[in-house]
């Protein structure tokens, strides 16, 4: 689970290591300037966190601002004191919760742990690109409904792409995908599971998907018709392959969660 956590508030170091538990991955923001934009560009994130200490003067402009690009992630608004009349107005604005201090820590999780249940209930569950298809609710990859044995970092890698399709995707987005606030290796370690993801889709029969735009990072786009007829005639022949159309120059391309 990823969570974006924008903090004004003063207590917030023991909610981020509750937060940050049980293979959740939390980024924090400090200044909630412009967080809309920002979550737009570097999510998906599965809950947003706000804890504020005003609700009316610090969290509805936040909320706005977050609904206003777009954001469909459910948020938590933290905060101070609250009338019946200001909570009405948050979830008017965007709040999917909102909870006043003080509060336990484990409470803000369930409750976090809580809004993602619902939200994933109404979320599509299958991600399709050309010919592949990606069932998150059973973590599977099939092509033309051929299943596919990836790794758990390749199923994240790829539901990462194919839920910003369109979207140029920094290695540093993935590396916080995959790896959150937790030390993990090179970046170049995405450049690995890419490769090995194209491997196996190809081999399956799948057209290419995944574009490399040199020295800014990756791209999911759909192939079009003639070229998932070209791969399937390839699979069925026998004579499934690589292709090098999958490096295009960066020109052109604005990039996504750098």
Not at 106 to 129: E, G, N, Y
Not at 152 to 173: C, D, I, P, Q, W
Not at 229 to 252: C, E, I, K, T
Request: aromatic share 4%; net charge neutral.
């Amino acid at each position: 689970m990823r969570i974006l956590l924008g903090v004004t508030a003063d207590d917030h170091a023991p909610l981020r290591r509750a937060l940050a538990g049980s293979g959740r991955f939390v980024e924090q923001a400090d200044d909630l300037d412009g967080i809309g934009a920002t979550t737009a560009e570097s999510g998906p994130f599965d809950a947003v966190v706000l804890s504020v200490a005003d609700l009316s003067r610090e969290a509805l402009p936040v909320l706005r601002d977050i609904r206003r690009h777009g954001v469909q992630a459910p948020i938590l608004v933290i905060a101070g004191p609250m009338t019946p009349a200001e909570e009405a107005t948050a979830l008017n604005h965007g709040a999917d919760d909102l909870v006043a201090r003080p509060v336990a820590s484990p409470v803000v999780v369930a409750r976090v742990q809580a809004m993602v249940r619902r939200t994933a209930a109404h979320a599509p569950s299958l991600l399709l690109c050309g010919n592949v298809a990606l069932d998150r609710d059973r973590q599977s990859v099939t092509v033309d409904g051929r299943p596919v044995t990836i790794t758990g970092r390749e199923f994240e890698v790829l539901e990462t792409l194919l839920l910003r399709r369109s979207a140029l995707l920094s290695k540093e987005r993935f590396m916080s995908r995959l790896y959150g606030d937790e030390e993990g290796p090179d970046q170049r370690i995405i450049d690995v599971f890419v490769c090995k993801l194209r491997r196996k889709l190809a081999a399956a029969g799948a057209a290419e998907i995944v574009r490399t735009v040199w020295g800014l990072g990756y791209v999911a786009e759909d192939p079009g018709p003639a070229a998932v007829a070209a791969a399937r005639d390839r699979f069925a022949a026998g004579q499934p392959r690589m292709r090098r159309a999958h490096l295009v120059p960066a020109a052109g391309f604005g990039l996504a969660g750098a």
